[in-house]
């Protein structure tokens, strides 16, 4: 329980400092209102792209590990 509750601290704690978080929002602003539509349609597709493979290992683990606890 006391596991539990430090972890929900601390992850509210690292969302509360969203500082951290939205370091570069402003470059790929500035980046996209100097585009046309194809080209931020570009942009937002390359970042899809390269978010996709952290989440889909970090899900994929996390899957394993639910469904190793869940057998066990």
Known sequence: MKRLIAGCVLAVAS???SDAWA???????KTAQNLDAKSA???????IYLAFLPLGIIGTVTFLWWRGRRTA
Do not use: V
Not at 23 to 29: E, H, L, P, R
Not at 41 to 47: F, K, Q, V
């Open 15 to 17: 969302l509360a400092t």
């Open 23 to 29: 370091q570069g929002c402003s470059i790929c602003t």
């Open 41 to 47: 349609h570009g942009l937002n597709g390359g970042i």
